[in-house]
Antibody, heavy 117, light 108 residues
């Protein structure tokens, strides 16, 4: 069964950095685009970033452009999100999701990022 | 960026009711429209993709329709387990898959 397991969340001070990871299993990771989606407490879903299957193309929401970097290691079946210059408004649960033909068909359980002093 | 607007933001209904949720895109997105269900404390679950295709394992009481800018999600006969928040998502823009603001479906 497809599994996506996020890690790396935690408490960080404003202006700090954090690196999230998403370990994928039970599918050919290198054949699929991936994305990060976040959800602030009590709020809706916000698409954050996407990356092509090879990693050659990356996309970002305006709210994180220039601060976040998505990457992947296809040899290790792992997706990453490097988050720099973190702000209070980045506080959210961060989900990784597998992208299959224009839809996100599998999601991880999420990892909580809290930005606070 | 393409903006997605759902209505209503919240909805009260009873078991057995027929419910419709609407999603409008700020520009034409053909049928690049997905619907997700999210329950408290859980990850979103894909229900409908390409506007009207039912994801494997999803009950047939869920259906989707529309194209261009206007889309609907219909639940033909609400079951207790359907009370949740529903989100539409456009996938027209390459890997920039924005969501609507969500519709919370509550028990009347």
């Amino acid at each position: 069964e497809v599994q996506l397991v996020e890690s790396g969340g935690g408490l960080v001070q404003p202006g700090g950095s954090l690196r999230l990871s998403c370990a994928a299993s039970a599918f050919t990771f290198s054949s699929y685009a991936m994305s990060w989606v976040r959800q602030a407490p009590g709020k809706g879903l916000e698409w954050v970033s996407g990356i092509s299957d090879s990693g050659g193309r990356t996309y970002y929401a305006d709210s994180v452009k220039g601060r976040f970097t998505i990457s992947r290691d296809n040899s290790k079946n792992t997706l990453h999100l490097q988050m720099n210059s973190l702000r209070a408004e980045d506080t959210a649960i961060y989900y990784c999701a597998k992208v299959t033909t224009y839809r996100s068909d599998y999601w991880g359980q999420g990892t909580l990022v809290t930005v606070s002093s | 960026d393409i903006q997605m607007t759902q209505s209503p933001s919240s909805l009260s209904a009873s078991v057995g009711d027929r419910v419709t949720i609407t999603c409008r895109a700020s520009q034409s997105i053909s049928t690049y429209l997905n619907w997700y269900q999210q329950k408290p404390g859980k990850a979103p679950k894909l229900l409908i993709y390409s506007a009207s295709s039912l994801q494997s394992g999803v009950p047939s009481r869920f259906s989707g329709s529309g194209s261009g800018t206007d889309f609907t999600l219909t639940i033909s006969s609400l079951q207790r387990e359907d009370f949740a928040t529903y989100y539409c998502q456009q996938s027209y823009s390459t890997l920039v898959y924005t969501f609507g603001q969500g519709t919370k479906l509550e028990i009347k």
